[in-house]
């Protein structure tokens, strides 16, 4: 019998000594200490997206190509998914072709079935519930600015208790950084994954922006409306309008605070264009740093 695969559809998926591991050989590979020799040569990664992407997708591609590597973009309009064939067909024919499947979807569980299916590694690209590669990510830019000991550090996220929050919260659960979230009534994160990340982090979960904001090493926020919620944009624009990182919320973090946003954003909702763009903000760095995660990601998952 073969040994399963090994996954990431979320965070925990990695433990707290692979995760610190991860983000040295993601500096590693930034830095060009690491990956010059193809390692990843004849390797082929399925990137599956049922969702739009610009970062996701380009940073896996050019990733697994700079390994040596070669990526193949499937998307709904022309694959036999999208004309509703089975995740489990899907899954265990694609695992006769390629070494890796990486997927964009709505919902979680079908990620989930792709892997339980699956004798090759499979990459969770965002769903509805995490966005683990971009917690990656955002974690190496933690790292670059404050150093590698993120325990601690008082991130806050203010907004939707969306799939980017749930991310924070699995990485709080693992790395035991204090996280303060600031979420309007109706809006919160599962309650479940909170009580879990709380029993490993000082982790809380407030309605006013400022609670959350005061005195953090970084303040995250993301869209209010995400993708497969476009017809709520108008009802969560008036329940989150108090929700804006504007520069007077900013003021009250600590001095060398930084602004994270996994991007796209939408300037003058979530974020002040002031934020965004000022000094505090590292949002291209946090994109660049997609791929330097992930390229450590698929190092991991596929060697
Ligand atoms: N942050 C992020 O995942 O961006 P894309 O939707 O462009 O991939
Ligand atoms: N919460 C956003 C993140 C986009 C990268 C969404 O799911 O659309």
Redesign the pocket.
């Known amino acids: 019998m073969t040994a399963s695969p090994r996954h990431f559809l979320e965070i925990p998926d990695l433990d707290g000594g692979e995760l610190r591991g991860l983000l040295a050989r993601a500096a590693r590979l930034k830095a060009g200490q690491e990956g010059r020799d193809r390692p990843l040569a004849g390797t082929t990664l399925a990137l599956i997206f049922r ?1 739009s ?1 610009t ?2 997708r380009v940073s896996f591609e050019v990733g697994i190509q700079q390994l040596g590597g070669a990526g193949i973009f499937l998307s709904d309009r022309d694959t036999q998914l999208g004309r509703g064939e089975p995740i489990m067909d899907t899954s265990r024919v694609l695992s006769g072709y390629v070494d890796g499947i990486m997927i964009r979807t709505f919902e979680h569980a079908e990620v989930e079935e792709l892997a339980r299916y699956a004798s090759v590694p499979v990459i969770n690209g ?3 519930r995490f ?1 683990p590669c ?1 917690l990656l990510a955002d974690l190496l830019t933690l790292q670059e600015e404050f150093g590698t000991e993120l325990s601690g550090l008082r991130v806050a996220w203010v907004g ?1 208790g ?3 929050a749930h991310s924070w919260l699995n990485a709080a659960y693992r790395l035991g950084f204090e996280l303060r979230l600031a979420v309007p009534e109706g809006f919160d994160p599962d309650p479940e994954l909170v009580r879990r990340a709380a029993s490993a982090a000082p982790v809380h979960l407030v309605r006013d922006p400022r609670e959350a904001v005061e005195g953090a090493h970084a303040v995250n926020t ?2 209010w ?5 476009e017809g709520e944009s108008e009802a969560r624009r008036d329940a989150l309008r108090r929700y804006q990182v504007d520069a007077t919320l900013m003021a009250l973090a600590a001095p060398e605070a930084i602004f994270l946003h ?3 954003a939408h300037r003058g909702e979530e974020v002040s264009a002031e934020v965004i763009d000022g000094p505090q903000s590292r949002i291209y760095r946090e994109a660049e740093n997609r791929l330097h995660a992930q390229k450590a990601l698929l190092l991991e998952l596929l060697t």
Do not use: E, F
């Open positions: 969702k992407s970062r996701t965002l769903t509805d966005h971009q939707d969306n799939n980017m993301d869209v409306a995400s993708m497969g919620q996994c991007l796209p």
